[in-house]
C-alpha cells in the first residue's frame, strides 16, 4: 500500500515561512491527488491544499490561499507545502493524504483519503 512520510515541521516565530514534505512510496500510480491537512488542538481536522499527482492542478483552503503553495517533485515522488507569512493560527498537526479517486476538484473530506502520514507538528508563536 502506499506509505506517506512528512516531515520540515517546527517551532517558528509568525512571519517566517516553513516548508513541508511529504515523501510517497510503494504504489503510487494509484495516487490521484495528493492533500495537505491539519488538525489543531481541539479542533477538527481541516483541509489545507491538494495537488493532482501529474502536479497540474492545485487547490487551497480560503484560509491559506496566497500563503502556502502545494507542488510536486516528480524525480523525488514528494509534493511539498511551502508556508509563507505563517500565523499563530496556522499553528497544528500537518498531515498529508492520499486520494485514489479520480475526480476534480478533490475530496476536502478527511474521511475520503486512504492513505495518511503520521503528521509533522507546527507551531507559530507570536
Known amino acids: 500500500q502506499v506509505q506517506l512520510v512528512e516531515s520540515g515541521g517546527g517551532l517558528v516565530q509568525a512571519g517566517v515561512s516553513l516548508r513541508l514534505s511529504c515523501a510517497a512510496s510503494g504504489p503510487t500510480l494509484s495516487i490521484y491527488a495528493l492533500g495537505w491537512f491539519r488538525q489543531a488542538p481541539g479542533k477538527e481536522r481541516e483541509f489545507v491544499a491538494a495537488?493532482?499527482?501529474?502536479?497540474?492542478?492545485?487547490v487551497y483552503a480560503d484560509s491559506v490561499k496566497g500563503r502556502f503553495f502545494i507542488f510536486r517533485d516528480n524525480a523525488k515522488n514528494t509534493v511539498s507545502l511551502q508556508m509563507n507569512s505563517l500565523k499563530p493560527e496556522d499553528t497544528a498537526v500537518y498531515y498529508c493524504a492520499a486520494d485514489p479517486i479520480m475526480d476534480w476538484p478533490p475530496s476536502r473530506k478527511d474521511s475520503d483519503y486512504d492513505y495518511w502520514g503520521q503528521g509533522t507538528q507546527v507551531t507559530v508563536s507570536s
Open positions: 495537488i493532482r499527482w501529474s502536479g497540474i492542478s492545485t
